[in-house]
């Protein structure tokens, strides 16, 4: 058997007709026909039931349905590969980050980054780290800048961007215009927290715990700016980190003097698989990148 046999039995295998499939792969419906039939010869038993109305895989084509998809993701992985070292200055980047970070820095990096890589284009998804984990597991993306908890199996990381956190209150607080505070005084108000899948959850628990209580949950928000606009609406007060453009008109910022309250944000790869070209370039460039300027979020 070759790779057009398996990619002929994968095509029909999905669309089920063989007038469609042979459409599809620009051949005609005899040819496609004759290639069938001399794959189940030579596997031993046939592939497909046929119907009224097209064909459907019985159970043996299923078993080999499953391992036709990976070997042909293996060749075209492979072709990839070879190409990518043809190639090391093309490429597509599949990025994902967090929210906070689209504004200006993954922009501003991307834009750093294109200045002497211009063939490299990017897919970009912006998401909650658990998200972002779910797409390195999965190798949706390349490349992860969101908040790990934990080190994490087949996953390496690297600081980039350090955020302090900032107690907001609603401008009618008592603690409105404080200049910086201790986490405690505010161990007995309702706080607007995190969704329990973002990452930001996990932090602010975790620096409550450290000033000696559990945060009091009024409501949960999704993102920064939602979770501010609560503070704004007098629903509670939150630990967020600084957003450029923050509606300031009703909410007061405060600093904490401790615990120490700051959000690390990773940038995370896979560290079993292949690397192509183009990621590692960029890979390379955001480290040098953190280590000359030392971002700050």
């Not at 008109?249 to 003097?257: E, P, V, Y």
Request: charged letters at 20%; hydrophobic letters at 40%.
């Amino acid at each position: 058997m070759d790779w057009h046999q398996l990619k002929y039995f994968q095509t029909l295998a999905n669309i089920g007709n063989f007038t469609r499939a042979s459409v599809e792969l620009v051949l005609s419906q005899p040819a496609l026909s004759r290639s069938i039939s001399r794959l189940e010869e030579e596997i031993g038993v046939p592939l497909f039931e046929r119907k009224s109305r097209g064909v459907i895989l019985n159970k043996y084509g299923e078993i080999f349905l499953q391992h036709a998809n990976r070997a042909l993701s293996e060749i075209d992985a492979a072709k990839q590969e070879i190409n990518d070292l043809i190639n090391p200055l093309h490429g597509t980047i599949s990025l994902a980050f967090i929210q906070t970070l689209g504004s200006s820095f993954v922009p501003e990096l991307i834009s750093a980054f294109q200045k002497e890589a211009s063939g490299i284009n990017f897919q970009l998804y912006q998401h909650a780290t658990s998200k972002i984990l779910s797409q390195l597991a999965s190798t949706e993306i390349d490349i992860g800048f969101c908040s790990p908890q934990e080190p994490l199996e087949n996953l390496s990381s690297i600081p980039i961007v350090k955020n302090e956190l900032f107690l907001i209150v609603p401008v009618n607080h008592r603690l409105a215009g404080t200049d910086e505070i201790d986490l405690c005084e505010v161990a007995n108000d309702p706080f607007v927290l995190f969704k329990p899948e973002t990452a930001m959850h996990d932090v602010i628990e975790r620096l409550c715990h450290e000033a000696g209580f559990h945060p009091k949950m009024a409501f949960e928000g999704f993102e920064e700016r939602i979770v501010a606009g609560l503070v704004g609406a007098k629903f509670g007060v939150a630990l967020i980190p600084f957003i450029p453009g923050l509606d300031k008109k009703k909410i007061s910022l405060i600093r904490i003097r401790k615990p120490q309250s700051v959000r690390v944000i990773q940038m995370v790869w896979r560290t079993n698989g292949y690397m192509p070209p183009a990621v590692e370039r960029f890979k390379t460039f955001v480290e040098k990148t953190i280590q000359s300027s030392e971002y700050e979020g």
